[in-house]
């Protein structure tokens, strides 16, 4: 018993000890040990901990390598609603939400700027000072519990030091650096998966595997940014973040303090400039009343607090060099130009390729051969062409010429009447074509199959097993068991993907599981040209049935809402090639759900018979909830304003314009509230 008395006062002290020096390292910035020593300590740790699982406390170090798997991620309903912030882009705006402040606020008051950082955000819950559950966002009521995951994360304190609450909600952003998301794109470029778009994605991606020693190794950071609970410490925010630091959070790495909105227009017309420098991502700056007793005065709206704003950064722009255009083939047969440019530092990532959108783009700027193109990008995501920089021109070079035949295949590209995006007319034979409605017919949307993804299909359709979306349902343990493919590293090595016993396992269940999905989402799985999610849904309540789809003329199918002749005649083309009518047999053989289900067929009232919306603006639930109850109620959503638009259903930050249009045309406006109330008992 002694010795066991011994082993647990042993595990304990390694733990405090090797709490104290991740402390001094990741939130203090002053290591005391040397890496090789701390290893060390950890091994030790472990080592015991493994023998004696009993004494493992909520709080080891050992939990920040990971190791539990989680298939399935529950969600929590948040104790205080994760608000989003206003946002702006102007120092107008600011001035003008600082005439706000000041109309309710008369005595003086003071704002305090702090970063925005580009990530995911995360409520922290920290019961008797441990970390009792990590929650994400979520729809702003309800978010996904990661804390196994969270836990990964260094600076993320699992038990908090000194004089801490009974409860506390600490809030902030889960980012993954630049030095993290290159390292993490060059990996899977060796594994020949798709690199992430950027740092919010991957941060967003990892925080969602199921395994937590994999997030582990993501390098990911947490930035702190509000506290909520009945006993915040100090009487404003800046004072309550000061002692989240000796609680053990690392402080904001920047964070001022302003007694006018001058200062505030400084600081951000220094960190516009600043951020370059950053190691990480931000897409603006936070502005804050720093007062609590102010910010309760202010109040918040039922989506944001009238107390702080966001301001976003602009675009930022470089030039660099067009050395080529590609030319990619997508799942409906357009022909999409890519340029292949100069690598470029631009908002934290090197960009090398950027979309030329189709032929009119590259006629409208004129592209030509050797150009310096102007670069941003969108959202501070996805790189754009915005222009051309015609000091850098050779006058001699000429216009970069859009191909005339398919790069893949040979085929001759063609141009319909009416449409900007020219494409390949081998729709049944052209592989990118091919493989583009495969990976549509199992994305998430659609049939949900997460079993499989754009690696898994490659291998699939390059080792002829799978052609059409059909195949997927013949396939066996034996066509999938060992299956390999051959793939080219980053460093030029060669190496092998195969498939494992789990894998086909789990690939051969989520097509099982797919042949429950909804009659709807089955229809825009087939990936008909025009028909997108709203349409597939319109289409399947309107008919019923795949058959009555397939058999509705020109004009049946122009009844339906949002359905023009451009979409009818697609659907009449679909569901007359007899290719197509062999698979959608096939699929029926396989048990897929062809008619819509007996209880999705039934409204919930028909209070809103003949009614038509228009949904426009911010709401205390998703936009989407609210179409969906439109319908449920016999009604019609539609996407203008027009003299058959019944009402306008309007939430905050409505566009000007659509209230402009409804005033003339004389459509009531009216609010969520309103809405409710007619569709309630």
Not at 343 to 369: C, H, S, W
Not at 602 to 629: C, M, Q, W, Y
Request: aromatic share 8%; glycine share 8%.
């Amino acid at each position: 018993m002694n010795n066991l008395f011994e082993i647990e006062d042993k595990i304990k002290k390694l733990t405090e000890e090797i709490n104290q020096h991740n402390y001094n390292y990741y939130i203090l910035d002053n290591p005391t040990i040397s890496d090789y020593d701390f290893d060390v300590l950890l091994k030790e740790l472990t080592d015991l901990e493994n023998q004696y699982p009993q004494f493992r406390s909520t709080d080891s170090p050992t939990q920040r390598v990971g190791g539990e798997i989680t298939k399935n991620f529950e969600t929590a309903e948040h104790i205080y609603p994760m608000q989003s912030l206003s946002n702006t882009y102007s120092s107008g705006e600011l001035l003008e939400f600082d005439r706000r402040v000041g109309e309710v606020i008369s005595e003086g008051y003071e704002y305090v700027c702090e970063l925005k950082y580009d990530g995911v955000a995360i409520s922290l819950i920290y019961e008797k000072g441990h970390l009792a559950r990590a929650v994400t966002r979520g729809d702003g009521v309800r978010g996904d519990v990661v804390t196994s995951n969270v836990k990964t994360i260094k600076t993320v304190p699992l038990r908090l030091r000194g004089d801490y609450p009974e409860f506390l909600e600490v809030r902030g952003e889960i980012i993954m650096p630049f030095t993290s998301f290159e390292q993490l794109n060059a990996e899977r470029d060796d594994i020949g998966e798709p690199p992430f778009a950027n740092p919010r994605n991957a941060a967003s991606g990892s925080l969602k595997l199921q395994d937590s020693s994999l997030v582990a190794r993501r390098g990911l950071d947490f930035k702190l940014y509000f506290a909520l609970g009945d006993s915040l410490p100090g009487g404003n925010h800046y004072e309550c973040l000061m002692k989240l630091h000796e609680w053990g959070f690392r402080k904001p790495d920047v964070m001022e303090r302003f007694s006018d909105i001058e200062g505030v227009l400084g600081f951000i017309s220094r960190w516009d400039e600043k951020r370059k420098e950053l190691p990480y991502p931000i897409d603006g700056a936070v502005i804050k009343v720093n007062d609590f007793a102010q910010q309760r005065q202010i109040g918040a709206t039922a989506k944001s607090p009238r107390w702080a704003i966001a301001y976003k950064f602009k675009a930022e722009r470089v030039s660099t060099k067009l050395l080529s255009v590609d030319f990619q083939v997508g799942r409906t047969g357009i022909v999409t130009p890519v340029a292949n440019l100069e690598p470029v530092q631009l908002a934290g990532t090197v960009v090398k390729r950027a979309t030329l959108n189709n032929e009119n783009f590259m006629r409208e700027y004129d592209i030509r051969e050797g150009d310096h193109l102007f670069v941003e990008k969108g959202g501070e995501i996805i790189p754009k062409i915005v222009g051309v920089d015609l000091g850098m021109r050779n006058p001699c070079a000429a216009p970069v010429a859009f191909a005339s035949r398919c790069p893949v295949c040979g085929a001759p590209l063609t141009r319909q009447e009416g449409e900007s995006g020219i494409f390949c007319t081998n729709a049944d034979s052209c592989p990118p074509q091919i493989k583009g409605r495969l990976e549509h017919f199992i994305s998430r949307k659609a049939m949900n199959i997460d079993s499989l993804g754009e690696g898994k299909v490659d291998m699939l359709f390059s080792n002829g097993l799978v052609k059409n979306i059909a195949d997927f349902y013949s396939l066996t343990t034996g066509d999938l068991l060992g299956l390999e493919k051959k793939i080219e590293g980053g460093d030029g090595a060669m190496r092998t993907l195969s498939f494992r016993e789990k894998t086909v396992e789990n690939i051969l269940s989520g097509i099982e599981m797919s042949k429950k999905v909804p009659f709807e989402r089955l229809l825009f799985a087939l990936g008909i040209r025009f028909v997108g999610e709203v349409t597939a849904r319109k289409l399947a309540r309107h008919f019923g049935s795949m058959d009555a789809v397939a058999n509705a003329s020109r004009e049946e199918l122009m009844t339906v809402d949002d359905v023009g002749e451009r979409v009818a005649d697609s659907i009449v083309s679909y569901f007359n090639s007899t290719v197509n009518l062999e698979v959608l047999m096939r699929l029926r053989n396989a048990g897929l759900q062809f008619e819509v289900a007996l209880d999705a067929k039934d409204h919930t009232s028909n209070r809103l018979e003949g009614k038509v919306f228009v949904v426009s603006g911010v709401f205390t639930v998703p936009r989407d909830t609210i179409k969906e109850a439109v319908e449920q109620n016999g009604g019609k959503n539609a996407s203008s304003i027009s003299r058959n638009t019944s009402f306008v259903l309007a939430g905050e930050k409505m566009g000007p314009e659509k209230r402009r249009k409804a005033v003339q045309l004389g459509v009531p406006i009216i609010s969520e509230e309103e809405f409710w109330n007619m569709i309630s008992d």
